[in-house]
């Protein structure tokens, strides 16, 4: 884990997480599945804005912008983008402008994060629905713009699935590592969100640089299991150029990515999901929102049901607070 360590700190970074984010025990949860040592990673408290996951990777993104002496930072995503909030909370406290570009239309009334990127006073373009792609090129043309004015605009591309934006969650498997160390927690299997695979890639690649602490599972909420795969595989590559590191095994070997709990795919509930959604903070106080936290306990507790979930677990609590305002109305 050294080199790892080593490799990670020499890349920019602008400190945003209040690091170590919580780690304890689901006591009710455990009561309840009559199973022993099943723990939270609270990274919906990182510690700026609305919380999540997102914050680790801003970091380095926001980290690599500085470097770059960029004075914009444009970022995209749909209306509700819990990466986008992040971004704009990120530059309010780095100093730098932020620009989001949603492929959507304006709501006609301000719900969720829109909310928080109004009161955030950030400059909002809604380009209608569009997919990615096209949403893609138009962040390109708005930096081309802006350089022809004499700003310096960086990109904060793929929703923070790139390379640079993976380096977040290699960074928390350090951190988890050490957590575990001090507070004398052992941990044997990781439960954690697939969207893009930001998440999956940094974690899955950080824990078999540091030597295969934990088991990672990862519940597809967006793709089935091969585009999962292939995504983190492309972002993988992207990492080990960065860092200077090679991964040296495949994405299935190093890791449990599963794809049962998905449903019709991103953002539709299935029944459990929805279920979920009101069991948990009924059960432990704390919320999750419907697109990534809900499907991922979903999973985990039926693996706990099945007799699949190995040793003491660990929900990893990915945030999304400020969309969950507008999954309920
Ligand atoms: C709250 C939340 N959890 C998890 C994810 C999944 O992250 P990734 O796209 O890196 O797989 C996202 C992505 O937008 C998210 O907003």
Not at 33 to 48: C, E, Q
Request: proline letters at 3%.
């Amino acid at each position: 884990m050294d080199l790892l360590k080593k490799a990670i700190e020499r890349m920019p970074k602008y400190e945003l997480v209040l690091a170590p984010t919580p780690l304890h025990r689901l006591k009710n949860m455990e009561k309840e599945y009559d199973y022993s040592n099943i723990y939270i990673k609270r990274d919906d408290l990182t510690g700026l804005g609305p919380g999540g996951n997102k914050l680790r990777s801003l970091e380095f993104i926001i980290g690599e912008a500085i470097s770059m002496d960029c004075d914009t930072v444009i970022a995209g995503g749909p209306e509700q983008s819990n990466f986008c909030t992040l971004t704009a909370v990120a530059c309010a406290k780095a100093g730098i402008k932020c620009i989001l570009v949603h492929n959507g239309e304006k709501p006609k009334s301000l719900e969720g994060n829109i909310v928080l990127n109004e009161l955030l006073g950030v400059e909002s373009h809604f380009i209608g629905k569009v997919d990615s792609s096209v949403r893609g090129k138009y962040e390109e043309e708005l930096a081309e713009r802006l350089e022809n004015e004499g700003k310096k605009p960086y990109i904060a591309k793929k929703g923070a699935t790139t390379g640079v934006g993976a380096l977040g969650y290699v960074n928390a498997i350090i951190e988890l590592v050490n957590q575990c160390k001090t507070d004398n927690i052992k941990l044997d299997s990781i439960y954690a969100p697939g969207g893009n695979g930001g998440v999956a890639t940094g974690l899955i690649y950080g824990n078999a640089l540091a030597g295969f602490p934990f088991k990672i599972n990862i519940i597809s909420v967006e793709y089935d299991k091969a585009e999962l795969i292939k995504n983190i595989e492309e972002t993988i590559l992207e990492v080990e150029e960065l860092l200077g590191l090679k991964f040296e095994h495949s994405v299935e070997d190093a890791s449990n990515i599963i794809d049962d709990y998905r449903g019709l795919g991103w953002g539709e509930n299935t029944t459990e999901s929805s279920n979920e959604v009101l069991a948990f903070p009924r059960s432990e106080g704390i919320f999750i929102e419907n697109v990534y936290n809900s499907k991922v306990l979903v999973g985990m507790k039926d693996q706990i049901l099945k007799g699949k979930a190995e040793g003491n677990i660990c929900y990893l609590h990915t945030g999304g607070f400020g969309s969950l305002f507008s999954q309920y109305k």
